[in-house]
T-cell receptor, first 115, second 115 residues
């Protein structure tokens, strides 16, 4: 069935270092890949997304890359800050049997940025 | 623009009871999706409503149901509650337009505890 694998499950970096989170999806028809940041007690916040016709997208310190052939995409955070500490989720919009699509989420990565 | 609102924020119910959760999407958005978030299963898609019609459904038992009103507000209902239904229930709002407008914005969630 539709599946998104996310690695690593936890990631600890020093402030100022870069962090990379990787995801692999199973539905080759997936066409949209968002990333969410969830802080304690809050709902997931959309931080960046990429569509299947684009290979890379950048927004300040955050970038996402997509390799459709390999069916994987990655989140890159540069110059990490303590406020980047949160749980990050990747997702893939899977069409499945319906053309309307639904988001399939990875299991999440807990990022800790040490001051 | 106001964000997605969910009520109530916290709820404690007893096994066998039923519960109704409410979600108000971002103004102008016509699509509402519901997700269940648990530590063990992560974020799982329940269903999506658009223009008062369910247009996508996840793999949950029939005890989970929903509806959408003409003002796009949505409710989800869980009948005959089980201990395993304890979770954070998240609502996500989207414009619902079919081509290219896939962004989903989450509310803060309703924390349901079943005892």
């Amino acid at each position: 069935g539709e599946n998104v694998e996310q690695h690593p499950s936890t990631l600890s970096v020093q402030e100022g270092d870069s962090a990379v989170i990787k995801c692999t999806y199973s539905d080759s028809a997936s066409n949209y890949f968002p990333w969410y940041k969830q802080e304690l007690g809050k709902g997931p916040q959309l931080i960046i997304d990429i569509r299947s016709n684009v290979g890379e997208k950048k927004d300040q310190r955050i970038a996402v890359t997509l390799n459709k052939t390999a069916k994987h995409f990655s989140l890159h955070i540069t110059e990490t800050q303590p406020e980047d500490s949160a749980v990050y989720f990747c997702a893939a919009r899977s069409l499945g049997s319906s053309n309307t699509g639904k988001l399939i989420f990875g299991q999440g990565t807990t990022l800790q940025v040490k001051p | 623009k106001a964000g997605v609102t969910q009520t109530p924020r916290y709820l404690i119910k007893t096994r066998g009871q039923q519960v109704t959760l409410s979600c108000s999407p971002i103004s102008g958005h016509r699509s509402v999706s519901w997700y269940q978030q648990t530590p063990g299963q992560g974020l799982q898609f329940l269903f999506e409503y658009f223009s008062e019609t369910q247009r996508n459904k996840g793999n949950f038992p029939g005890r989970f149901s929903g509806r959408q009103f003409s003002n796009s507000r949505s409710e989800m209902n869980v009948s005959t509650l089980e201990l395993g239904d304890s979770a954070l229930y998240l609502c996500a709002s989207s414009s619902g337009r079919s081509q290219g407008h896939y962004e989903q914005y989450f509310g803060p969630g309703t924390r349901l505890t079943v005892t």
